[in-house]
Every structure is written in structure tokens, then in C-alpha cells.
């Protein structure tokens, strides 16, 4: 009987050989962590669907954010909810806007810390769309003017990087040229490029509060059967001025994340969204999979597939996880 010449399990008999032979590789790094802000002081609000994330005040906030620098998590994505909610979603432009406190706040404790603000109106807008509606249907054009005026006023406020979510056309032209006429031309834009009408955002929904009050977000987010749309939306991004893209979100999407990094040569980041986070965390404590194991291997998928920055509540799981040398 003949044996085999090449044997691939040589590499795999030891912890130590198949680290070293390893494809790729999760660093902290490589990871985004989401942060919600509300108003008030000493709130730090569980968020049921999400457990272990919470709805935090701006004092909270802060030392979350640096219990994660910490941990040598090196970016905070903040998202915030507004006091108050109108039809134009006024708070998101506010200078004393929730997400512009924040900022203010992580950037005075936590300098070094790179702060990225969600540009967006659905957490803001009595309607929860995510532009301005007239006659019952989310407007494109009149949207934009908000969008560059709540980019520029977070960047006032201290954001390091802006990223607009919403998928209105055009975005990231107004955003760029509001940034450059205020003089912040070395504000990188990382945009939400393709970003699909899916229901992995049902958590965020609830931590957020921006489920929409009437219809839904099809008209602007992108239909889940389209991929080479995705290419299509990356490239006026980039064309617009965009210096990251991302899909969002991750793990049902892998193939998109794949081409879009075949096909441009810009850094690509994926947001592992609230359900990814959600199905895992319940499965886990249902005793139906390793929780640990489950959440390695999604974000190292997700990082194979072609992302260079992973977006992910698990952020803070996975430096910990890493810091004690435990091999995924």
C-alpha cells in the first residue's frame, strides 16, 4: 500500500506549528469598538438584546473608552442618542449634541485614543429614517446638507475620523467638501459603501432606538441578492473621496468583502453587526457552541474574507482573550 509523499497534518500535530503556519491572524489591533452615548450622568443602561453592552452616559462612556485603550484597542466608533427627537433630526448637528460631548470628553482624557463618529440621522430623527422626509419618502438631495453639517461639527468637536451610514447618493462628495472648506482636510472618511437592508440590524435597532416609524430602509440601503452593486457603490465612494470603505455587515456578506478588496486599493473594514454579536452571545449561553471559539473564528472569517478593520462588540472580549495567550 503506498503512503502518501505529502502529508499536510505534519503541520498541524503541534499549538506552536499551526501558529506559526497560520494564514491569518487576528490582532487588537485590527479592531473598531462601538460605544452608544446618552444623556444624563452615571447611566450605564444593559442593553438586553446585546448582552454586555450597554447605553452609556458621557462619564461612563469615557471610561469605557479607556478601559479599552487600555487594552490596546486603538479606535472607538461612537453612536448617540439624542434628548430630544424632530423630523430633521436636529441633535445630530448640535455643538452640544450628544455624540459632540462625547467626543469632547474621550479626547480630553484619552488624547491618543482614535475617536470615529457614525454620521447619520436615524438615532436623531422623530421618523427614524435616515434622511430628510417629505410626502412620506426619505429625500436624497436635501439630506446631504445635514450629513456635511454633523461630519463637520463632530470633527469640531474633536473626531478623529468621520463615517457616514446612511447611503444617501452623494454623500461623501458634501462630507469631503464641507470637511475641506472648514479646513479640516486631513479628516479621513470611512463610508458605510455597501451597506445592505438586513435584518442582522434588528439589536442595534433596540440600542439605538432608531427603528423607523413608518416603511422601511430599502429605498436606500442596499438589496441582500446584489453584489456587483456593491462594486459599484464602493467605486463612487472612492471616486467621491472616500479613504475606507466598508460592508457592513460582515459574515453574511463575506464574498462582497472578498471582491471589494480584490477590485480597490483602499484599506477595507466590515462591521460585525449587533445580530452577528447577538447569535452568539445567545448560543453561548444556551450551552449550544463555545462562545469563546465561535466569536475567534467569525472575526478571523471575517478578517480572510479581506478585512483590514473589523468593527465588533466583542472588541474588548477578544483583547482579553488575546492578552492571555490563548490560541483560537
Given at each position: 500500500m503506498p503512503y502518501p509523499v505529502f502529508r499536510p497534518r505534519r503541520l498541524r500535530e503541534s499549538a506552536l506549528l499551526r501558529k506559526m503556519v497560520r494564514e491569518t491572524r487576528l490582532d487588537v489591533g485590527d479592531l473598531i469598538y462601538p460605544l452608544f452615548a446618552v444623556h444624563g450622568r452615571g447611566i450605564r443602561e444593559p442593553i438586553p438584546s446585546m448582552p454586555g453592552q450597554c447605553r452609556l452616559s458621557v462619564d461612563e462612556l469615557v471610561k469605557e473608552a479607556k478601559d479599552a485603550a487600555g487594552m490596546r484597542i486603538p479606535a472607538v466608533l461612537l453612536f448617540g442618542l439624542p434628548n430630544a427627537k424632530d423630523p430633521r433630526g436636529s441633535e445630530a448637528y448640535a455643538e452640544d449634541g450628544i455624540v459632540q460631548q462625547a467626543v469632547r470628553a474621550v479626547k480630553d482624557t484619552i488624547p491618543d485614543l482614535l475617536v470615529i463618529t457614525d454620521v447619520c440621522l436615524c438615532q436623531y430623527t422623530s421618523h427614524g429614517h435616515c434622511g430628510v422626509v417629505e410626502d412620506g419618502r426619505v429625500k436624497n438631495d436635501p439630506t446631504l446638507d445635514l450629513l456635511a453639517?454633523?461630519?463637520?461639527?463632530?470633527?469640531?468637536?474633536?473626531?478623529?475620523?468621520?463615517?457616514?451610514?446612511?447611503?444617501?447618493?452623494?454623500?461623501?462628495?458634501?462630507?469631503?467638501?464641507?470637511?475641506?472648506?472648514?479646513?479640516?482636510?486631513?479628516?479621513?472618511?470611512?463610508?458605510?459603501?455597501?451597506?445592505?437592508?438586513?435584518?442582522?440590524?434588528?439589536?442595534?435597532?433596540?440600542?439605538?432606538?432608531?427603528?423607523?416609524?413608518?416603511?422601511?430602509?430599502?429605498?436606500?440601503?442596499?438589496?441582500?441578492?446584489?453584489?456587483?452593486?456593491?462594486?459599484?457603490?464602493?467605486?463612487?465612494?472612492?471616486?467621491?473621496?472616500?479613504?475606507?470603505?466598508?460592508?457592513?455587515?460582515?459574515?453574511?456578506?463575506?464574498?462582497?468583502?472578498?471582491?471589494?478588496?480584490?477590485?480597490?486599493?483602499?484599506?477595507?473594514?466590515?462591521?460585525?453587526?449587533?445580530?452577528?454579536?447577538?447569535?452568539?452571545?445567545?448560543?453561548?449561553?444556551?450551552?449550544?457552541?463555545?462562545?469563546?471559539?465561535?466569536?475567534?473564528?467569525?472575526?478571523?472569517?471575517?478578517?480572510?474574507?479581506?478585512?483590514?478593520?473589523?468593527?465588533?462588540?466583542?472588541?474588548?472580549?477578544?483583547?482579553?482573550?488575546?492578552?492571555?495567550?490563548?490560541?483560537?
Open positions: 453639517r454633523t461630519a463637520v461639527s463632530h470633527v469640531e468637536a474633536g473626531a478623529d475620523m468621520v463615517a457616514p451610514s446612511d447611503m444617501m447618493d452623494g454623500r461623501v462628495a458634501a462630507i469631503r467638501e464641507s470637511l475641506d472648506d472648514g479646513g479640516f482636510h486631513e479628516t479621513p472618511i470611512m463610508a458605510y459603501s455597501a451597506k445592505y437592508a438586513s435584518s442582522f440590524y434588528g439589536p442595534f435597532r433596540d440600542a439605538a432606538e432608531s427603528a423607523p416609524q413608518f416603511g422601511d430602509r430599502r429605498s436606500y440601503q442596499m438589496d441582500p441578492g446584489n453584489a456587483i452593486e456593491a462594486l459599484r457603490e464602493v467605486g463612487l465612494d472612492v471616486d467621491e473621496g472616500a479613504d475606507i470603505v466598508m460592508v457592513k455587515p460582515a459574515l453574511p456578506y463575506l464574498d462582497v468583502i472578498a471582491r471589494v478588496k480584490g477590485e480597490f486599493g483602499l484599506p477595507v473594514a466590515a462591521y460585525s453587526v449587533s445580530g452577528e454579536y447577538a447569535m452568539i452571545k445567545a448560543a453561548g449561553r444556551l450551552g449550544w457552541l463555545d462562545e469563546e471559539r465561535a466569536m475567534m473564528e467569525s472575526l478571523i472569517a471575517i478578517r480572510r474574507a479581506g478585512a483590514d478593520l473589523v468593527i465588533t462588540y466583542f472588541a474588548k472580549d477578544v483583547a482579553r482573550l488575546l492578552e492571555s495567550g490563548a490560541t483560537p
